[in-house]
């Protein structure tokens, strides 16, 4: 009897002990992780990185992480390379429920900023391939559902002149099946979708069908950008080409197969009511240049010519075809959509739905081609 009141004490004392160990765990945990991220993100070559804060929520499999920050070593901190303030990771419960460990990404306000500046040193337009092997460190489970609420993408070009600031704005993403969690028999079983806005006035569009598992990868993308004032681009134009918009919208459609590591499709643009040359302005900021206001009347009389009277329209098809190594673009087919929006049928901005993964697969690149 005194042997087992005794066992009892013991068992006991080793369960409250046991329980100490694994509330002592659970405090120290998020510390841990934070610990070990920052300790990680900061391995990254010419890069630093840090997180603010960890939250845990074990009995759901899910844990929040805080402020993340990945910056350019001679950067700046207020432009950092990478940020969100909240990424929320958790199990994927569909997926467990088909036998299958996969996780779920949510992101909240992420940037993603690439900035070419004076210096190569403090550039931020790419990133060291290490960057996967550490992140695979962070976070070696895979994602079948990602999702990312108001996002920013921004590329500063500050050696151009005037500076660039290209960025596309409050974005949206869903994309789920990325890990075909679901043993979908499609031959594309994942999909994406990602709408925001372009500069201030634009709106962005895209519908994405992909395998992210093949080799190579398998993707058919549907994109646009409508009503996008075109004064918006004029840093751009003035910059890399010495003219700039005084009026217009235009309108950006996109179609696009990968497959057999090549690429078919085409690009869209649709000018409208597009005015280029006013001279009393162009006068004074040209400081009264000849050169520069014949180039913008030369531009404003080709885009007058060529537009289409009846739609007050400048439109264009551009054939894209290629592969991961080489962009490959028809300037004839280009002139000839140009010539037949002017004067024959006027181009319509809607998707053609012509492009395929089949007759992607069937296509070879002029090189190729050369080659035979």
């Known amino acids: ?154 590329y500063k070009d500050l050696t151009a002149d005037p500076k660039i600031n290209i960025y596309f704005r409050d974005l949206d993403l869903e994309a789920d099946n990325i890990s075909n969690a679901v043993n979908s028999k499609e031959r594309l079983p994942s999909s994406a979708r990602l709408s925001g806005g372009f500069l201030k006035s634009g709106r962005v569009k895209a519908d994405v069908k992909l395998n992210a598992l093949s080799i190579p990868f398998e993707a058919d993308i549907n994109a646009g950008i409508k009503n996008l004032s075109l004064k918006e681009l004029n840093d751009f134009t003035k910059a890399y080409a010495a003219f700039d918009f005084e009026d217009g919208t235009v309108q950006i459609t996109t179609e696009l197969a990968a497959s057999t590591d090549k690429y078919r499709g085409y690009s869209k643009a649709i000018l409208k009511n597009v005015k280029v040359l006013d001279l009393s302005k162009d006068f004074k900021e040209s400081g009264g240049n000849p050169v520069q206001l014949i180039w913008e009347g030369l531009i404003a009389g080709t885009m007058e010519l060529f537009q289409n009277q009846k739609r007050d329209q400048f439109a264009a098809r551009i054939p894209l075809r290629g592969s991961r190594d080489e962009l490959e673009i028809d300037s004839w087919a280009t002139v000839g959509s140009v010539v037949k929006n002017a004067f024959f049928k006027a181009l319509d901005p809607k998707l053609e739905d012509s492009v395929t993964l089949d007759t992607t697969s069937a296509t070879t690149s002029k090189k190729e081609e050369k080659q035979k």
């Open 1 to 154: 009897m005194i042997l087992n009141s005794h066992r009892t004490k013991v068992l006991s004392f080793a369960l409250v002990a046991v329980v100490i160990l694994l509330i002592a765990a659970r405090i120290a945990l998020p510390s841990v992780i934070k610990w070990y991220a920052n300790k990680t993100l900061d391995s990254i070559p010419g890069y630093y990185g840090e997180i603010a804060d960890v939250d845990v929520a074990l009995f759901r499999g899910a844990y929040k992480v805080h402020d993340l920050k990945l910056v350019k070593v001679n950067g700046s901190e207020r432009e950092p390379f990478f940020a969100s303030d909240i990424i929320n990771i958790q199990l994927d419960w569909t997926a467990l429920l088909h036998g299958k460990l996969k996780t779920k990404i949510d992101l909240i306000r992420p940037k993603l900023q690439f900035i070419q500046r004076p210096s190569k040193e403090a550039s931020q337009v790419s990133i060291d391939k290490s960057w996967q092997k550490q992140v695979q460190k962070l976070y070696p489970f895979e994602i079948n559902e990602f999702t990312m609420k108001d996002g920013l993408i921004r």
